[in-house]
């Protein structure tokens, strides 16, 4: 640059003006002073200048953009630590692990699930799931006959049968399966 | 003179926004002088401190930036909405980025004005047949200011010959004038040389003195 203002000179003073306008505060830096002192000694730079300098007006006249308090809330409610951490929702564990408990409960051990690689339901499902269930067996053993399909006092023979059997185990199957009312005594 | 971001070199080839670039401006080296701008960087320590998840950090940052690339935005593109998606998005990739990126030579300012430059030449780069069509929007009325007509409608008419020039030229000028960017970093964030940057404000200039002068009224005349 300093060989620049060594050759400062009409043409290179011209093209300054060109393309940055009349205010030396726009000059480039290294040649402000030699382009200050070209115009001071140039009778023909003051017109130069002049030309120039309306088009800075018209520039410079541009009234500023000033952003909106909605943008500026936009823009730093996205800063990093606004951003929420990218977190592993737990329910699908929780639901995993509901299953696995209703297992336990059936006696089947909490390890089934892994070993089933258990499908993951919502515990909702789940629940609804474990109600019916519990429904279907009350009404199975415990539902009017038109549920059973067993009348009461077939369900009541049923009953004594069930208990010899449990008490003698299979003797009674080889008596051949007489299992009536004096048997019993 | 580039920063990194990412891995990424931010320059306009890769992210093939030049192809905008004006034939007669050859590419140049860049600027030597700009390698030196970063030490004294102000911004510096902000960056690394919204690195840190420091949020009077970003808001400092926001304060002191955010008008000047909305303002830039706004006069590139002609639309205040859009000047505003842009401004958002550049921040958001202050957010996003700030942990990784390196001064390289450019000062943070700078590489955020190529962010607000490209995003913007993308934007062009797609409705390039609407804006060659169509002026853009007036700029906003003063409220109750009768008086202040005429200056609005000047400033209206000066927007939409700053719009109509070709995108390097208008960056260039608006860099210049409306940035109050030196002519090292207005070269740095054109990523030209010097005598390119030259070029383009001269050739810019002279066809916005066309324009304006072709005006009815002749509005270089009448300041």
Not at chain 1, 159 to 176: H, I, P, Q, W, Y
Not at chain 2, 79 to 99: C, G, I, K, Y
Not at chain 2, 142 to 168: F, G, K, Q
Not at chain 2, 193 to 206: D, K, M, N, Q
Request: glycine share 8%.
């Amino acid at each position: 640059m300093a060989e620049r203002e060594d050759r400062m000179n009409a043409e290179r003073f011209a093209r300054i003006l060109e393309a940055y306008g009349a205010d030396p505060r726009r000059w480039p830096a290294a040649e402000r002073a030699a382009c200050e002192a070209f115009a001071a000694a140039d009778p023909q730079a003051g017109a130069a200048l002049g030309a120039e300098r309306a088009l800075d007006e018209l520039l410079d006249a541009l009234p500023p953009v000033a952003p909106s308090l909605a943008l500026r809330t936009r823009i730093l409610s996205a800063t990093p630590r606004a951003t929420p951490p990218l977190a592993r929702p737990a329910k699908p564990e929780r639901a995993r692990g509901s299953l696995q408990g209703l297992l336990g409960g059936f006696g089947l051990g909490g390890g089934l699930g892994e070993t089933l690689a258990l499908p993951r339901l919502p515990a909702s499902a789940l629940s609804l799931f474990a109600a019916s269930a519990a429904f279907g067996l009350y009404l199975g053993m415990a539902g009017p006959a038109w549920v059973t399909g067993v009348s009461e006092s077939a369900a009541y023979e049923t009953a004594k049968v069930d208990a010899v059997v449990l008490a003698f185990g299979a003797r009674g199957f080889e008596d051949g399966g007489d299992f009536g009312e004096g048997s019993v005594q | 003179m580039r920063a990194i971001l990412g891995g990424v070199r931010w320059t306009a080839p890769q992210r093939g926004v030049w192809t905008l670039t004006d034939p007669e401006v050859e590419r140049q080296p860049p600027v030597p002088d700009a390698d030196s701008a970063a030490a004294d960087d102000p911004d510096l320590a902000l960056v690394r401190a919204i690195a840190e998840g420091d949020q009077e950090a970003c808001r400092t940052l926001v304060d002191r930036h955010l008008p000047r690339m909305l303002g830039l935005a706004r006069r590139m593109l002609g639309n205040p909405h859009e000047a505003e998606d842009v401004a958002q998005e550049v921040f958001l990739r202050v957010w996003t980025h700030a942990s990784r990126w390196r001064p390289e030579g450019a000062r943070f300012e700078t590489w955020l004005h190529r962010v607000a430059i490209n995003l913007c030449y993308d934007r062009l780069r797609r409705k390039r047949e609407v804006l060659v069509d169509e002026m853009p929007e007036e700029a906003d009325p003063a409220p109750n200011a009768e008086t202040l007509y005429h200056e609005a409608h000047v400033a209206s008419r000066v927007e939409a010959a700053i719009a109509s020039l070709p995108d390097r030229q208008k960056t260039a000028i608006l860099l210049c004038h409306q940035q109050g960017m030196t002519n090292i970093e207005a070269a740095a964030a054109l990523d030209v040389s010097i005598e390119a940057l030259e070029s383009l404000l001269a050739r810019g200039r002279r066809r916005l003195k066309e324009i304006l002068s072709a005006e009815a009224g002749d509005l270089l005349g009448g300041v």
